[in-house]
């Protein structure tokens, strides 16, 4: 990979690109990709997915009038071919480090992010949003979404799009990106639909038909297409039923068919649809035959690949549950696997492998998820829903209303819940414990290491109603996960040091950084395990016995388990002074976990360091706690 041009130095801003003849635009593309492949093997990131959209990104700010125009980019991680060409191309040795440049789209980082993104399947609605502000305003702009075909199964684009197909008069494009993999395979009838669309004759044809008349007006392409194309298989039904102006399919990586045809479309009013395929990993070989293992990797050498670890890592809680699943599966024949495609990210594989007609996975839907498992649950079945921590928000009202409410018996394993480094703000699972211990019937759990993790899926799974298991991203502390499928006694928690005067209450992964704290202050250390219900008789004996507590989590101090521990003191009557540790009330941008956790104090240093700050004063008679750690 050596740039073979030096057409992209010169680009800072998408004006610079638009003085670019179209003859220069391919060597460009290669150079872009180039670079892009160059920064994330020394970063870490996405890179699958960026390869795959750089001639896209290309066309879009050669034929829009960018920022001007709006780019609306669906979960965002493809765009950082579209973050070099809008100035910062010299800031990608930052990507995804604390203070450094967002894996995503980001408002505060450019006028070119004009939409904030990190979920899937908003691009249309924000578009749409955009594109009527300025009918309302009186501006001509344009607004473009640009969305997967993965991002296609969620309820709420189909919801934008019948809200959209009413207004004939906007300037609003949907590009539907093509490429027939989202992180997991994508599933569902809309994708059956595309990959029947791509497969056959109808679309060498439609490749075909659209190259000879790109180039004619716009009227004459629009007969020529439903001459040589609707008439075979009609693939714009569907969109053109939600009040669409539908147009493709076209090559992706083809700069010659993509600009033709978006400057054509720019003349155009009413809501349009245009549909690219491209290829995951284009231009790199080993992500072109693995996009998956290439979809988010470390850092790398782009000469050799990614290699295997040279020693092994310790075992992720991902894995944990992977296994965990597969064993109480074999155990239960009532065991029915759910995952909002997620199935690589969620650990999932082994599963559908061994169990393929207990597996389901339902597409980005996670609403859908949540009340498909309530409906499973109906019949007697014991659904296990894997489900990130940030993306179970999505559902809150399908938790309440169609699980909770009805008391259904659904096991929800909360991946990723804390702090999760370099995906950021959007990715992190900082509000799960203030959101579901307000639930009546659920009971929620923190896991604070491997074994306890595995303990606390087969304890909810047991429960007879909704239960919700946290665990973090990333490996644990390195615990012996015992085989045996063992439950906890619901409630209670552990008393792991006994210490003087100072009671920490630590939740899930701070237990082990409260626990070195604890031994620098000679306090107590309790493992409370369960935030709902929680361990009042623990909570009570501490306060019996110690002069102050502190409760420690990793999740939003706000309506968090410290909260829920104040709330139990009062209820009690005891008056007894508490300290509250857990992410302050705003929202933590990417870095290296290890170092937002300092920078929020909930590292071990962080930890006794708040404890002595705060009661210091009151506790000065006590030698150890006065004492040099």
């Given amino acids: 990979m050596t740039l073979q041009t030096n057409l992209l130095q010169n680009i800072n801003t998408p004006a610079d690109l638009r003085k670019l003849t179209r003859a220069q635009l391919p ?27 750089v001639e896209l990104t290309i066309a879009l700010h050669y034929v829009f009038n960018t920022p001007e125009d709006r780019l609306v980019w669906d979960v965002g991680h493809q765009t950082y071919p579209h973050k070099i060409l809008t100035g910062r191309r010299d800031q990608m ?49 344009h607004s473009v979404a640009i969305i997967g075909d993965g991002s296609m199964t969620a309820g709420m684009v189909f919801e934008a ?57 716009v009227l004459e392409l629009a007969k020529r297409f439903e001459e040589h194309a609707k008439g075979m298989i009609v693939p714009a039904t569907m969109f053109e039923e939600f009040g669409f102006n539908y147009i493709g399919p076209i090559d992706g990586h083809d700069l010659d068919s993509l600009i033709p045809t978006l400057q054509n479309i720019k003349n155009l009013k009413g809501p349009q649809f245009l549909h690219v395929v491209t290829k995951k990993g284009q231009g790199y070989k080993l992500a072109e035959a693995d996009p998956i293992l290439y979809h988010g990797p470390g850092k790398f050498n782009p000469a050799e690949g990614i290699k295997p670890a040279s020693t092994p890592a310790k075992q992720t809680y991902t894995q944990v549950f992977g296994k965990w ?21 969620s650990g999932m594989v082994e599963f559908e492998q061994k169990f393929p007609k207990r597996y389901y996975d339902v597409g980005i839907a996670e609403q859908h998820s949540v009340t498909f498992a309530a409906g499973i649950a ?40 804390g702090l999760v480094g370099a995906d950021g703000a959007t990715h992190a699972g900082n509000y799960d414990i203030a959101f579901l211990r307000c639930i009546p019937n659920m009971i929620v759990m923190a896991a604070s290491d491997e074994n306890e993790c595995r303990q606390m899926l087969t304890t909810g799974y047991h429960y007879p109603g909704p239960a919700a298991i946290r665990y973090p991203r990333g490996a644990g502390i390195g615990a012996v996960v015992e085989p045996e499928l063992t439950s906890l006694p619901i409630g209670k928690g552990e008393l792991k040091r006994q210490g003087s005067r100072i009671a920490i209450l630590a939740f899930g992964s701070m237990v082990h950084p409260a626990l070195k704290a604890a031994d620098k202050l000679d306090a107590s250390l ?32 706000m309506g968090g388990a410290g909260s ?53 004063a009151e506790l000065s008679c006590t030698p150890k706690l006065a004492a040099n750690s």
């Avoid at 492949?37 to 890179?47: C, E, N, R």
């Avoid at 508490?578 to 937002?596: M, V």
């Avoid at 590292?603 to 708040?610: H, K, L, Q």
């Fill in 27 to 53: 060597p460009l593309a290669d150079e872009l990709r180039d670079f892009v492949i160059d920064s994330v093997s020394k970063t870490g990131g996405h890179l699958s997915s960026n390869l795959g959209t």
């Fill in 93 to 141: 040795h930052s990507l995804r480090q604390y203070e450094g440049v967002s894996g995503f789209p980001r408002r505060a980082e450019s006028p070119y992010d004009t939409f904030g993104v990190g979920h899937s399947s908003t691009s249309i609605s924000a578009a749409l949003g955009m594109a009527l502000a300025a009918k309302t305003k009186g501006e001509s702009r």
């Fill in 161 to 217: 799009m019948n809200n959209a197909g009413v207004y004939d008069d906007i300037n609003m494009l949907v590009v539907l990106n093509d490429n027939d993999m989202s992180i997991s395979p994508p599933v569902g009838a809309l994708n059956r639909h595309l990959a029947r669309l791509m497969s056959g004759k109808f679309y060498a044809a439609a490749r075909n038909v659209g190259k000879s008349v790109l180039p004619s007006p």
């Fill in 325 to 345: 699943l597969c064993d109480m599966a074999a155990q239960d024949s009532k065991l029915v696997g759910i995952t909002p495609a997620m199935r690589e990210g």
């Fill in 378 to 417: 109906c019949e007697g079945l014991k659904p296990v829903v894997a489900i990130y921590s940030t993306f179970l928000q999505r559902a809150y009202d399908q938790l309440i209303h169609d699980v909770a409410l009805q008391n259904l018996d659904v096991t929800f394993a909360l991946d990723r819940a």
């Fill in 526 to 557: 309790a493992n409370m395990r369960f935030i709902k219900p929680l361990d009042v008789d623990l909570l009570k004996s501490l306060a019996d016995s110690h002069d102050v507590l502190v409760t420690v989590e990793e999740g939003c101090s």
């Fill in 564 to 616: 829920a521990v104040a709330e139990a003191l009062a209820a009690a009557g005891i008056c007894k002074p508490l300290l509250i540790l857990g992410l302050p009330d705003k929202f933590i941008d990417h870095g290296d976990p290890a170092l937002l956790l300092s920078l929020c104090g909930l590292d071990a240093a962080g930890i006794e360091a708040s404890i002595r700050e705060r009661f210091t």
